[in-house]
């Protein structure tokens, strides 16, 4: 079974910063793509920045030169290091990791989220 957890969500204020990380444990073969998610509330989930394996970036617009994804393969970990905040990037942030578990397919592995809030 594979878990993702994330971690270092909380209160920051406008124009100040936070690292989120996201960590998977369990027993699997690889993992691929990893990606950060957003849900603010009572709005849909957005994609916010996704990394491959060889470290292939890409960023939504309205997070490009704010944010910054990375991996760490050896840690089976991905962060999302968050500059220039804005209250508009209050959501619970989600993370998502492609998940080779044995010879097999690759499935896509969610965890629970991490709450940011930004205020003014």
């Known amino acids: 079974q594979v878990q993702v957890v994330e971690s270092g969500g909380g209160l920051a204020q406008f124009g100040g910063s936070l690292r989120l990380s996201c960590a998977a444990s369990?027993?699997?073969?690889?993992?691929?793509?990893m990606k950060w998610y957003r849900q603010a509330s009572g709005k849909k989930r957005e994609m916010v920045a996704s990394?491959?394996?060889?470290?292939?970036?890409n960023y939504a617009d309205f997070v490009r030169g704010r944010f910054t994804i990375s991996r760490d393969n050896a840690k089976n970990t991905v962060y999302l290091q968050m500059n220039s905040l804005k209250p508009e990037d209050t959501a619970v942030y989600h993370c998502?990791?492609?998940?080779?578990?044995?010879?097999?397919?690759?499935?896509?592995?969610w965890g629970q989220g991490t709450q940011v809030f930004v205020f003014s």
């Open positions: 369990g027993s699997f073969y690889r993992i691929y793509e």
């Open positions: 998502s990791m492609a998940v080779k578990v044995d010879l097999g397919n690759i499935r896509d592995y």
């Open positions: 990394i491959t394996r060889d470290d292939n970036t």
